[in-house]
């Protein structure tokens, strides 16, 4: 862990720094992730997606896509453009807070939980991702919930394009949490977490919680810099007679949706993607570590203006 003579910073701040660009190079940390285990991905790949990004922006000509796709356009080692919309710096993201959490899981005892967490409501029609965040209200919600249980939590914020196959529902943006939290405390109140977020027949399953191994590719997961369709599937007949169950499959988000993904995720910034409750991002000589702080000096996963509450919150429909 960090020594509490480490300065606490801003995702941007650090990566602006001397220390924070070993991150957009192709060194530690590394891992493997999704079912084919392939390695997580490159600087090259990431500057390719860019320049995809940069066409699209491009091709849409609309005056604040052109102006994103000049921004992106400038990102190079030279001055890094901190676009929450960059694919170069959210892999810069990633890969710092997968080294910043690299202790997080023995200073637990090995005793954590990763917990999926969707707020019911929580949807944005296409073409409304307008708010200067976009995680904002699920971000309210979570920071009361763990607040009510007292559960220190580190993660991030990750948005899908929901859409059927058939075209049973309206397509929309669902943004969702990932955080990593101590077992003991969350398992203890998991009933009264759960009443924050109530589930209904588009969201069935509003929490998943599931023991989480320390690995790389999990601290990873909560900030990756890749988003999905989320296309979900009508049963379909197995080869042994039964019919499969309701089903996903995710795709990669291009075309007028990618651009409207891309500006929102530029006005909110790439510190709105990390969520902290009880932690902070800290540097000290070069190295980079989520540290311990008291609850009230907390400050992110709280909306900016914002203080804690002095009041137990309760949830509300």
Known sequence: MVENRATLVTIEGLLRSGSGSRFYGDGAPRWREGRSGSLSKTAEQAAHQRDLLVNALRRDRDVEAIALAGKLT?????RRCLSGGCPICGRALQRMCVDATRNLFDEHGGEMLAVNVVMRRGWIELGDLIDDDIF???RRRLRRALQDVN???????????????T????PYWAPHAFILVPARPLRRREARFREWFLGDAQTPRPIFIQDF?????GRAYALKPDFSRRVTLLPRLCADGSRSTFGTRSKPIWG???????????????????????YELGASRGDVEIVRVPP??????????????????????
């Open 74 to 78: 400038t990102c190079s080692s030279r």
């Open 136 to 138: 904002d209200k699920t």
């Open 151 to 165: 559960v220190p939590a580190v993660g991030g914020f990750d948005i899908s394009l929901n859409e059927h196959e």
């Open 167 to 170: 075209e049973e529902f309206a």
């Open 213 to 217: 191994d320390g690995r790389r590719a």
């Open 256 to 278: 007028p949706q990618r651009v409207e993904l891309a500006l929102a995720l530029d006005r909110a910034g790439l510190d709105a993607r990390l969520f902290l409750r009880g």
């Open 296 to 317: 009230m000096n907390s400050s992110r996963g709280i909306a900016p203006g914002r203080g804690h509450d002095n009041q137990r919150p309760r949830p509300r429909a």
